[in-house]
């Protein structure tokens, strides 16, 4: 961090956020574009020139302009709060990911334990803005969306502990430290995923859970435009509901991110010392974020969407005892070997 | 805020109000839904809301020929079948003979239109259910039928093509080119649909076991169409009460058998449409190779039919199920009553008694499976 | 082998003779039979059960307005699945009391095509457990299918009168 400190804490704070939102605009066209291409389409076009490249500003835009509808008989205080909680809160999680070498918002000891309980601020603002909606669709919206992020933090949360029983830190800049180099067979990154057999089972596992906790299809049930019309989000409008937008990708983001640091060696190269250091750590480490997040679009314009009750029997009787049974190998595992 | 409705020491429920503008219920129905939790208590529709008196409108226009466009905009999304059933009635009413070519691009034009309305109905079911891309490969189909009526009527969703007695026009040359070419292509899309979404677990999971209609409750309620036949009853009127000349041709009536859950389910009912799509395939093959090339396609009606006392009640398939005219003719030249028994306001009063004790995103599923035209239930 | 309506009339009216029943028909089409409206649920019992009939569903229910006889009647058309027959059927009542049983607990098609048959015409089916208007608003006046309606001139205060324009067509 030596490069970096005579530039003021504010702008570094402020880091994160120029990534979020150059990311939100990148990644709201990249998901137009992905969909697109699986439907056999071409996607936006025209903005811009080159591909409809400017359609997210195009958007951003018109967000802006649109009129902001607080609708009667809402608890205004709570209606007009929770989109900027529920980004902030994303925003907030940001703080300890280690986006490079040389660039970690706060080094503390407790980032896992910190990422986790910041995240579970996102459901109070589901509800938040689902209760002060006044519209029993938001209410429903909440209420599934409730049941749904507080049962999948248990998978999460194992498949998380499964990755820091082998790397024995809570501190992701230590886990990412841990991962650098290529040892195993002389030429395959020791990234953890390839460490440990068991891990892999734990990444489908934590892949599954942070799907439902970012509320991705098939787990979109919080927002299911065809069955509750959006949901919580359906009396928001313009930039109040940009903001719930603006939030939901960038939990998308964070949890991948999340993943590529636990699970695929964060900001290492995958070339050990080749193409190394602080600016190439961030653009690898952004690349598998991506990654990853073009894995979860490509399962939302694949599948279909999971009903109230499967969702939850999968959450219950399939992730958790399997993500249990997991821990317990995993911590064998690393006993005996 | 919310209103929560006790009755005595009952659980409290909640009434909902879905529609009429809502994304899955396909137009302007609306239902009033009281719900326990997620669970669906009660469900009471509300229909009318795109009523536009279509009987009425057939008493009052001057001429039999000018109720067509009206029949039309019943069910748009099935125009075709909607004038075939109307020219039908007419005729047997009338005892027109209609020549040979025109039967048979009656026939194949029906069939078309029967694909595409089958592939709207099982994209948008798709699409009820989250799945958005089958919903877009559908439409790629679609759009294939639809340049084949552009090229014939001249219109895409409203066509005004069959008359009373015949066409309005012949065919283009290219018209059986196109519709081989366009049979050719189709076949393996429905493969390819049946791996995306029928066979996809999900899918299965939503609507395996979901809103099951027993036999005697689909006829009870007289349902029609793949709501009738997803329940396992073989009954297709173009078998059953042959008309035009569905007779000549070898096709077989798929009925849904429980394959991946109960008889009856959501899934039955979407998986008659799908193969039912293979059998229009088959249909419009035969049709094409024993079409005449030459003949006149306008039968020589009047252009202002008169008529003597009568009534007529007349039924054809379309592709939601029995489509009814049920026409009573005087002196004049207009009638004096015409009802349209339309499938899809019949097979959607089944809907209260089917979605009891389902889940919210059943009722979704459920409606989805009727396939319902708002157009037609309210004419 | 389908019957004819005669042969099915035939078996009917040997079943209830005491009903005046009437085969009817015109210059065109199909004939029907006539039941009075006192007999009428009682005979739909029957064509459900009985063995020989079986009309297990009801295809269609239509309303009919008759100006010069002061007349109002339903139109029902019965199919029997498994033996193929087709009936129809029509009921008459007088204009000034237009009640008749409801068939709603005998065929549930006739539930949404009563309250259809009353919304348009304004026949009352005795019986029937949700006689509510279906297609127009629950607060609209007359009955549109009626051969002498009158179009209210505003509903709710949205004029629904149009101003007819004089066209020639030809």
């Known amino acids: ?337 | 805020m919310i209103e929560v409705v006790r009755k005595g020491n009952s659980r409290p429920e909640m009434v909902i109000n879905m529609g009429p503008q809502h994304p899955s219920t396909h137009g302007v129905l609306r239902l009033e839904v009281t719900l326990d939790g997620e669970l669906v208590t009660h469900v009471r529709p509300h229909i009318g809301y795109l009523h536009r008196c279509f009987e009425k409108y057939a008493e009052k226009m001057d001429d039999y020929s000018k109720v067509t466009p009206y029949t039309d905009r019943m069910d748009y999304v099935s125009a075709i079948n909607q004038e075939h059933g109307y020219a039908i009635a007419m005729e047997k009413l009338l005892s027109i003979e209609v020549p040979d070519r025109v039967e048979h691009i009656r026939v194949i034009m029906a069939e078309l239109q029967r694909i595409a309305s089958h592939l709207l109905a099982v994209g948008t079911f798709g699409l009820d259910l989250g799945a958005f891309t089958p919903f877009l490969y559908v439409f790629t189909e679609r759009e294939k039928i639809l340049d084949i009526f552009e090229k014939t009527s001249g219109a895409r969703l409203l066509y005004n093509y069959i008359c009373v007695g015949g066409l309005m026009r012949d065919v283009d040359e290219d018209f059986k080119k196109d519709t081989a070419e366009f049979v050719r292509t189709f076949r393996p899309k429905i493969t390819e649909l049946q791996d995306l979404l029928s066979y996809n677990s999900i899918f299965i999971k939503r609507t395996a076991n979901v809103g099951i209609l027993p036999e005697k409750v689909a006829l009870n309620f007289a349902s029609s169409g793949p709501v009738l036949r997803g329940s396992g009853v073989k009954w297709d009127l173009r078998k059953n009460d042959p008309y035009s000349i569905y007779d000549r041709f070898d096709f077989d009536i798929p009925v849904g058998k429980g394959e991946v859950g109960t008889l009856g389910d959501c899934w039955d009912r979407y998986i008659v449409r799908v193969h039912e799509m293979e059998e229009s395939c088959k249909i419009i093959e035969q049709a094409l190779e024993s079409m005449p090339d030459e003949g006149d396609v306008q039968q020589n009606v009047p252009k202002k039919i008169r008529t003597k006392p009568g009534e007529i009640y007349s039924r054809t398939e379309s592709p939601r199920g029995e489509l009814g005219y049920y026409i009573i003719s005087d002196q004049s030249s207009k009638p004096f009553r015409l009802k349209a028994r339309t499938p899809s306001f019949v097979n959607l009063s089944v809907l209260p008694a089917i979605s009891r004790g389902s889940l919210m995103s059943d009722l979704v599923a459920i409606i989805g499976s009727i396939d319902i035209v708002l157009g037609e239930v309210d004419r | 082998m389908s019957k004819t309506t005669q042969e099915l009339f035939d078996y009917l009216n040997a079943a209830f003779p005491e009903a005046e029943l009437l085969h009817e028909s015109a210059a065109l089409g199909d004939s029907w039979v006539s039941i009075p409206a006192d007999a009428w649920k009682e005979i739909a019992k029957f064509l459900r059960d009985d063995q020989q009939m079986r009309f297990d569903t009801m295809m269609c229910l239509s309303g009919i307005h008759y100006p010069d006889q002061n007349l109002l009647a339903i139109a029902c058309h019965l199919n029997a699945s498994e033996k193929g027959y087709k009936l129809a059927i029509k009921v008459k009542v007088p204009e000034d009391n237009p009640v008749i049983d409801s068939v709603e607990s005998v065929w549930k098609t006739a539930d949404w095509h009563e309250r259809e048959a009353y919304d348009m015409f304004g026949i009352e089916f005795k019986g029937h457990p949700d006689m509510r208007r279906i297609l127009c608003p629950d607060d609209w006046e007359g009955y549109p299918l009626r051969k002498d309606y009158v179009p209210q001139d505003s509903y709710q205060g949205i004029t629904t009168k149009y101003t007819e324009v004089e066209e020639s067509h030809d």
């Open chain 1, 1 to 337: 961090m030596t490069s970096l400190e005579t530039i003021p804490v504010a702008l570094l704070a402020l880091f994160p956020l120029t990534v979020i939102l150059i990311y939100a605009l990148f990644a709201i066209w990249m998901e137009r574009k992905v969909a697109g291409f699986i439907q056999d389409r071409l996607g936006p076009m025209r903005v811009g020139g080159w591909h409809g490249w400017a359609q997210s500003f195009a958007d951003l835009l018109k967000l802006i302009q649109k009129e902001d509808i607080i609708p009667t008989d809402t608890s205004k205080f709570l209606f007009k709060f929770a989109p900027f909680l529920m980004f902030a809160a994303s925003y907030a999680a940001f703080a300890v990911i280690p986006f490079s070498s040389a660039y970690m918002g706060s080094n503390i000891d407790i980032g896992v334990f910190y990422i986790l309980a910041i995240t579970s601020l996102l459901t109070i603002s589901v509800i938040m803005a689902g209760w002060a909606s006044n519209n029993k669709w938001s209410l429903l919206g909440a209420m599934r969306s409730a049941a749904q992020m507080v049962s999948y933090e248990v998978p999460t949360i194992m498949a998380v502990l499964s990755v820091i029983v082998v790397a024995g830190s809570l501190n992701l800049m230590t886990v990412t430290e841990m991962q650098s180099g290529n040892d195993i067979l002389g030429f395959i990154p020791n990234w953890l995923i390839f460490q440990n057999p068991f891990l892999l089972v734990a990444f489908v596992i934590f892949f599954i859970s942070i799907l439902a906790e970012s509320h991705r299809v098939p787990f979109d049930l919080p927002e299911s435009e065809s069955e509750l019309v959006a949901g919580f989000q359906t009396e928001y409008s313009g930039m109040r509901w940009a903001m719930f937008m603006l939030a939901e990708y960038a939990d998308m983001l964070l949890l991948s991110l999340l993943g590529a640091v636990l699970f695929f060696g964060g900001w290492n190269s995958p070339f050990g010392e080749f193409m190394g250091g602080p600016v190439w750590g961030f653009i690898w480490f952004m690349l598998k974020g991506m990654i990853l997040v073009f894995v979860m679009m490509w399962i939302r314009w694949t599948l279909p969407r999971y009903r109230v009750d499967q969702l939850m029997h999968l959450c219950w009787s399939v992730l958790i005892p399997i993500s249990f049974v997991n821990f317990v190998l995993i911590a064998l595992w690393e006993m005996l070997f």
